[in-house]
DNA sequence: GGCATGGATCCTGTATACAATGAACCTGTT
DNA sequence: AACAGGTTCATTGTATACAGGATCCATGCC
């Protein structure tokens, strides 16, 4: 956590006012880059001194990030990263399947040339960045094309929702992804999704979302654990920020 | 708003603390029973001493009321009460179809016999409470079976969706409901969604749900205003709490 | 009449002080 | 050693003070 504290001063003689939207965008990336892991402590003052603020806005940040499921906020308890169970992983994916298989479904033959570029260009670099072995390269491309489908959504109330099922999957990926297994890159499957969504077909759109949300669950590691997690979990004790 | 006042100073004699929770929920509450129409301004010094705490409670509740979209906080303004444009309406209606479709598919066939004589129950008194013309009392049984089914869905990420959408469908209900309608009541609906879900035929438990809210989103008028409602909610003059 | 300008006022943003709760730890006993 | 009890410390809950921004209204100008 406290790599931050450079950067936090930096922009601060910069001038720029740190406020709870910052932190909850600061603190949200470092749980998805497993640099906060799960169980991990968020004290109020710790943060607070961290960003240079007061106690007022880290609780607003740390309030957020629980409605987005980052943290999980407890009353009279110090503010945990989430640690989702393996049953709420596999609900996580299933809403997931649905919800972006809809949107896709919707955006089939609606999207402009512009966008359809775009996208184009996330997953060549998606590509090029598994090619040379630049994985943290590789998720920044795999996220792109996911989230510019929610932010293209016809139906932005859907869109939202899908918003927050990207993120959450990201952070059980990361969770749960089986050690040994480099990378989580499924060749191909952007690609033949995207080319659905030229040809205007919906129904071949949403199967390519099922197909890839599928193989993409499958890579992980979602075995029934005999609890030791959840004692780590529970009684954990202070794996703190180093 | 000032009604209440009078239970709050109650409770509070009666020892009990006033929480952030009990805010949120006489809040939307409040919301839903269109006791405070969309734009109604909602400062925190007045909420804080209707409900006699601090801004900090306050802020927490609206900050909480705000991720649940009832209502719309920007910096330096004061919260209103949220006022969902026709398009988000229908776009609201959409990923609830989904959504609820979704949940019902999974259910079919799952319930167990309490929570299935739960449901009818509720389906009988919508029915009788319709026949005494008890609008209030309709809207809490029909309710009251949707977020049983929220609750009792296998998947609990979705089901949590779920009471979500709900609530900002009857929200929309309530604004874009035609006036000179007395009620929202779809006849056979609910007890024909009770059968499939009973039979366990998933398929039609979803399309019953469908039709469902197809028909109640085909009860509202949601024809494009002249810019009239939009102009009123944002130039909003002072529609303040009587 | 329409419109810009200025100040008074209302309201939120932030920091801080104090109260209250919960966890950690130490101690004495069996 | 295991355990119960109480004490201490860490951390959150709540209220309040002050600063800054937004809104509203009156005034004056075109």
Redo the contacts with the bound molecule.
């Keep these: 956590m406290h790599e931050w504290q450079e950067e936090v001063l930096a922009e601060v003689r910069a001038g720029r006012?740190i406020?709870?939207r910052d932190i909850v965008d600061k603190v949200r990336r470092a749980v998805l880059m497993q640099r906060l892991p799960p169980g991990t402590?968020?004290?109020?003052?710790?943060l607070?001194e961290v960003f240079?603020?007061?106690?007022?806005?880290v609780?607003?940040a740390l309030t957020r990030l629980a409605s987005e499921h980052v943290v999980d906020?407890r009353?009279?308890?110090?503010?945990r990263v989430r640690a989702p169970s393996i049953e709420e992983t596999r609900e996580t994916f299933a809403a997931r399947r649905l919800v972006e298989g809809e949107v896709a479904a919707l955006l089939a033959g609606r999207l402009d040339a512009a966008s359809r570029e775009r996208l184009a260009a996330e997953a060549r670099g998606e590509i090029e960045a598994h090619g040379r072995g630049d994985e943290p390269a590789r998720i920044e491309h795999s996220l792109a094309i996911h989230h510019l489908l929610a932010a293209h959504s016809p139906n932005r109330v859907l869109g939202a929702m899908l918003t927050d099922l990207i993120l959450r999957t990201s952070i059980v990926i990361a969770l749960y992804k089986r050690p040994n297994l480099a990378s989580c890159f499924l060749e191909g499957d952007h690609a033949a999704l995207l080319a659905a969504l030229e040809q205007g077909d919906a129904e071949a759109a949403r199967e390519g979302i099922r197909h890839h949300l599928e193989s993409l669950e499958a890579l992980l590691d979602l075995s029934p654990r005999e609890a030791s997690i959840d004692l780590m979990a529970i009684l954990g004790?202070?794996r703190e920020q180093a």
């Excluded at 009353?75 to 503010?79: D, K």
């Design positions: 006012r406020s709870d402590r968020l004290p109020e003052v710790t607070g240079g603020v007061s106690r007022s806005v609780r607003k906020q009353p009279n308890q110090v503010a004790r202070s």
